[in-house]
């Protein structure tokens, strides 16, 4: 704890301080709430995108094993060419949004492809759409934990040190001034009594 001067300046210093953080805190402790909210948001989105996946593959799991025997499907036959995005803002912390993505498709020759080829091509959109909105929001999840992080670690400032330290140093101040005051009353009657002896004697 910084040593602090007891003084009347010093002591409105301190409880202009101890206003400012009994002002913010509460601030503070809603953006926790509406961070831990955010997160929660993040999780079940993250999970129904998991969902999502999952029934496109129950679908496409009887065509799977088509791709691996004939070779029909090799990773060249569709790229993704172009991440869409846009900045979000929740509590206050920039966040990425999924809009979208751009595929190109190779050419491919159809006299020599099966015709579930095209099918199986739109499902893979499907399937790469669900993955990079995935990336996305587990982006938006890693930025909402470390400014929840960042908002704890200043409430629990304000709350467990700031609050406490600045009280104690204004009863400290405030002891101070007022045994000055009573040492000064003291001398003052002592000083009285003095003169009122001396003009008797």
Sequence with gaps: ????????????????????????????????????????TTEINLQKLEERKKSIFEVFETWVA??????????????????????????????????????????????????????????????????LEHRIVEEQRRRLDRELRITTQRVNLFEKIKIPETSDNIKKIQVYLGDQQTAAVVRGKIAKRGLAKAGGA
């Design 1 to 40: 704890m910084a040593k602090i001067k007891l003084t009347k300046n010093e002591l409105k210093k301190q409880k202009d301080s101890l206003k400012m953080y009994k002002r913010y805190l509460p601030t503070l402790m809603l953006k926790k709430q509406q961070l831990q909210a955010e997160i929660r």
């Design 66 to 131: 088509v791709f691996g025997e004939r070779g029909f499907f090799t990773p060249e036959l569709l790229k993704v060419t172009k991440v869409q995005t846009a900045e979000g803002n929740i509590a206050g912390v920039a966040i990425p949004l999924f809009r979208g993505a751009e595929f190109e498709v190779s050419p491919y020759d159809l006299t020599h492809m099966p015709l579930w080829i095209d099918a199986a091509i739109e499902k893979l959109k499907q399937i790469a759409l669900l993955d």
